[in-house]
């Protein structure tokens, strides 16, 4: 972990690392932190007990999924910083994610971020995000990577070595990946994925934009460049200027909707109920001839007479 994530951070004051994992980029020895992440350090162990690293950390709360972050942290002050390291690439709704840090934060804290450069790791197949697909996720509140994230990443992920160097320009087939994203769709199961490709300058583009949207309220400082990863700080300025509005929903076309189902349910059954009494009445003409055949002689059966 290069220090450059600790940059104009007062470690001294109350601070966030969010997901750290087993690898936290501070020390609680030294710094006045609290961890949290979306599971328990139980579930995170169970979760993780393939991995190499057996020192996960105790997490102090749970940011739990489906509740603001604001509404999970224990004494609900607010922080001077947050930290995180490698999380918002996974995040299906960036804007939602990092707005609710900043509510935690303290007008002039700092959010500090360790991200994956595209043009370095796994990612460098896949077009650089765009801030139209960060506002879609937005105000689909995604809770999971939609469809276009999961299907863009698992078709064209590279696999790579410990060093970067490419051993297959493409880690899982078009069919798989497609497969993989049919059933997150069909079963609403949650599969991991960077929903995110950002080189420095796309991602500072892309806050200055949401800036003079008025989505975001924030300074960016610098671009840090290390071996595989940048590092940036957004420091609050303020509360934004517009919020996510309520989505619409047109009642009366959603009742109109249910009608014309209910309506086609119902031609539907009375089809398949006259379909049912023609079957019956055909059934007793057939058994009517059937009984007279069997009264009249084998051979006026055979002649039909």
């Not at 980029?25 to 006045?32: F, L, R, S």
């Not at 996974?90 to 007008?107: A, C, R, S, Y």
């Not at 698992?154 to 078009?174: P, R, W």
């Not at 076309?253 to 079957?279: F, G, T």
Request: aromatic share 10%; glycine share 4%.
């Amino acid at each position: 972990m290069e220090k450059w994530i600790f940059d104009n951070l007062q470690k001294d004051k109350p601070g966030l690392e969010i997901s750290p994992l087993f690898r936290p980029a501070t020390d609680k020895k030294i710094h006045n932190v609290h961890y949290t992440d979306y599971t328990t350090t139980e579930d995170n162990i169970s979760k993780h007990a393939h991995y190499e690293h057996p020192e996960i950390v105790d997490i102090d709360f749970v940011w739990t999924p489906g509740k603001k972050l604001k509404d999970c942290t224990p004494t609900r002050d607010n922080y001077d910083w947050a930290i995180a390291s490698h999380v918002l690439e996974h995040v299906p709704d960036p804007v939602g994610w990092m707005l609710e840090v900043f509510e935690v934060l303290k007008t002039g804290g700092i959010l500090s971020l360790a991200l994956p450069d595209r043009n370095k790791c796994f990612d460098r197949n896949r077009n650089l995000t765009e801030v139209s697909e960060w506002i879609h996720a937005w105000l689909s509140e995604d809770k999971r990577p939609n469809a276009r994230q999961l299907y863009d990443f698992l078709s064209n992920v590279t696999t790579e070595d410990g060093s970067g160097k490419i051993l297959a320009q493409n880690h899982y087939t078009k069919d798989e990946a497609l497969n993989f994203t049919f059933n997150s769709h069909s079963t609403g199961q949650y599969f991991d994925a960077h929903c995110s490709v950002f080189t420095g300058e796309s991602f500072t583009i892309m806050i200055n934009e949401l800036n003079q949207l008025g989505i975001m309220n924030v300074t960016v400082s610098d671009v840090k460049e290390g071996a595989d990863e940048f590092y940036i700080q957004l420091t609050k300025t303020g509360e934004p200027i517009i919020n996510r509005p309520e989505a619409y929903l047109n009642n009366s076309l959603v009742i109109s909707n249910l009608k014309n189902d209910l309506r086609n349910n119902i031609e539907n059954l009375d089809h398949h109920k006259r379909a049912y009494r023609e079957a019956i009445t055909v059934q007793e003409g057939l058994k009517a001839e059937i009984s007279k055949l069997k009264n009249r002689s084998l051979i006026r059966r055979i002649l039909n007479r």
